[in-house]
């Protein structure tokens, strides 16, 4: 797809950042990775660009070089008219920069992190009363300024770091996936923040984003894609093109999963996405009758032709350069032989689980059953008790009180036994970042009890069923987002559990890389595997047969996706999102606790 640069014809008075022919290589270990390859681009004034791109695409080191903490090894880069190769510190006392992982000092407390913060962007003593006070109001952090940075939820803690970022007012500001892991209600008060910043400021913004929905919003997006641009402009000048080539279909006989499964690598199919109550299905190109051909056979089949959106042509572009990945069955059926095919039969059972820190309850009276061979949704906004009940579910925390049977096993009594039937995927990927890939491998199938030729076994078909043999060498602390992903859950399928636990497992990952995870997923399930996730991605939680929804340790409402969609039905929004009802769930309750 041939796109128009738009920045091509900006005049230069109105551009806050250019580069022009960035090239960069990194060395790691005894690879050579070339991060940028003669990117070109500009970022014009008062308006929100977006740079999207997957996994390694280059984001970050173009950020940190028009932030002047890194240098390119050819051509150059201008941020608000100053050379950032030369004058780097003139830059970084002009922009703000929030990196992935803002420099929070967590045993301080909010105030005292804004305080450092304004010490050391030389904020005068007479400024900063009014300076944090529309800071505090503007995140709604006023009522917790006491309180340490360390106890508060990930959303108020991208806020705060949002807020020390912005507490000398910048012209330019950098945000590096500012609203990764953190909830949709989070999500939409940073965006909220952000718009204000350049209505009433005039500030420029540069963001990077996993969520292709915030592309969306911007006034400009910069696809970025193994170190190369491969367009730039406004989002409908992307999603203009795909017009004719994206439908929705849906089949009464068929879950949806399953319906995506079939149609996912088929000639012509760009792209194949569960959404809402159909499936989503990209053609590579225009023409109902050729995608209609697809659907032959499927008795009942529906198809009918929806507005594109800019995720279509993000994964076109992509489809391009990096074919969908193909599941293997034999690979599969090694994971999934351990999984007693009696799907319906109740597996997992929590009855009034309690748990208790100090005088706070965490997790207070959660009551649910999980059926064999069910995907489970555990949805909420950040501290909403997920990772707790999660870990409680693993045998990784003893509950305070209340009933909980994994497998037929009662944890309070025997965790041992039932942790040797479940995977776990922690939310932070539990690798160990100075050993290598196989290495990793290696030692996980060795805890699980693995050994002789079936560990080997099982480490060769992890290295080629999750496409690591290529870096199986590679210091895993040294891997992409997505590469860190793959190995993490590997490592936690070598034991062949009846049992995944994963709890935010595409936090921060690409989304060809989640469409490769998913893949994987539903087809261990169509083996009898059972899963529990949470997950901040509205749309990946449609794959979930059922799911519960938490909020301060408690359990709002339980049932199917379109269950739950129902909830948030009314007269002036006839057909919701589950992000909709999601935040209706959610701010309702919070607004009845202020109450």
């Known amino acids: 797809m ?7 014809i900006t005049e230069p008075g109105d551009i806050a950042l250019a580069a022009d022919g960035i090239t960069k290589k990194f060395v790691s270990g005894s690879r050579e990775v070339l991060a940028l390859r003669g990117v070109s681009m500009k970022v014009r004034r008062g308006l929100v660009t977006g740079l999207i791109g997957p996994d390694g695409a280059g984001k970050t080191t173009l950020m940190r070089m028009a932030a002047g903490l890194l240098t390119p090894d050819e051509g150059k880069i201008s941020v608000l008219g100053i050379d950032a190769t030369r004058n780097s510190l003139e830059v970084q006392s002009s922009i703000g920069y929030m990196p992935q992982r803002f420099g929070l000092y967590e045993d301080l407390s909010v105030q005292e992190n804004l305080d450092l913060y304004a010490d050391l962007k ?8 009014g300076r944090y006070r529309e800071l505090m109001t503007m995140t709604g952090l ?17 806020k705060l770091g949002l807020a020390c970022t912005l507490v000398n007012p910048p012209r330019l500001l950098i945000l590096d996936e500012p609203t990764v892991g953190v909830d949709p209600v989070s999500r939409r008060e940073l965006w909220s923040i952000v718009y204000r910043l ?19 919003r911007c006034d400009d997006v910069i696809v970025l894609h193994d170190g190369k641009i491969l367009g730039s402009g406004p989002p409908n000048s992307f999603s203009g093109p795909m017009k004719g080539r994206t439908y ?26 569960v959404q809402g109550e159909a499936v989503r299905l990209v053609m590579k190109d225009a023409g109902l009758q050729e995608a209609a051909k697809l659907m032959n056979g499927m008795e009942g089949a529906l198809i009918e032709p929806v507005a594109p959106r800019f995720e279509d042509s993000f994964i076109s572009l992509l489809r391009e350069d990096r074919p969908a990945a193909v599941q293997s069955e034999a690979a599969t059926g090694k994971i999934a032989s351990a999984a007693v095919s009696k799907n319906g039969e109740t597996i997992i059972e929590v009855k009034d689980l309690q748990r208790r820190f100090g005088d706070f309850y965490a997790v207070k009276g959660v009551t649910f059953g999980v059926r064999r061979g069910e995907v489970f949704g555990l949805l909420g906004a950040n501290g909403a008790g997920k990772s707790t009940t999660f870990r409680m579910l693993c045998g990784l925390l003893p509950p305070s009180g209340g009933k909980l049977s994994v497998a037929g096993v009662d944890l309070r009594r025997a965790a041992a036994s039932a942790r040797a039937r479940i995977g776990y995927m922690s939310q932070k990927f539990s690798l160990y970042g100075n050993l290598s890939v196989r290495q990793n491998l290696d030692f996980f199938s060795s805890a699980y009890g693995l050994s002789g030729i079936r560990r080997t076994e099982m480490i060769e078909w992890a290295l080629r069923q999750f496409g690591l043999a290529p870096v199986a060498g590679s210091t895993s602390a040294d891997l992409p987002l997505g590469f860190k992903q793959r190995l993490a859950m590997a490592c936690a399928l070598m034991h062949a559990p009846d049992i995944i636990f994963l709890d935010e497992p595409t936090s921060g990952v690409d989304p ?52 739950i969609k129902s909830l948030a039905r009314t007269t002036e929004l006839p057909e919701p999102t589950l992000e909709d009802a999601f935040i209706a ?7 009845g606790a202020a109450a």
């Not at 030389?122 to 400024?127: A, E, F, K, P, R």
Request: proline content about 4%; aromatic content about 4%.
């Open 2 to 8: 041939t796109l128009p640069d738009v920045h091509a």
């Open 248 to 273: 929705r279909v849906s089949v009464p006989s068929l879950k949806n999963r399953t319906l995506q499964e079939r149609l996912a690598g088929r000639p012509g199919v760009v792209d194949a996405l």
């Open 198 to 216: 350049v209505k009433d400021e005039g500030m420029s913004v540069l963001l990077s984003t996993a969520y292709l929905d915030e592309a969306e």
């Open 122 to 129: 030389g904020v005068s003593l007479n400024d900063r009363p």
């Open 585 to 591: 769930l959610i701010t309702g309750k919070t607004e």
């Open 512 to 563: 060809l890389a989640r469409r490769e995870f998913w893949r994987r997923i539903d087809s261990l399930v169509e083996h009898g595997v059972t899963v529990l996730v949470t997950t901040h991605f509205m749309e990946e939680a449609e794959y979930c047969d059922r799911m519960a929804i938490m909020a301060a340790g408690e359990i709002l409402a339980i049932g199917s996706p379109s269950e």
């Open 142 to 158: 006023g009522p917790f300024t006491s309180r340490l940075a360390g106890r508060l939820s990930g959303g108020m803690k991208q």
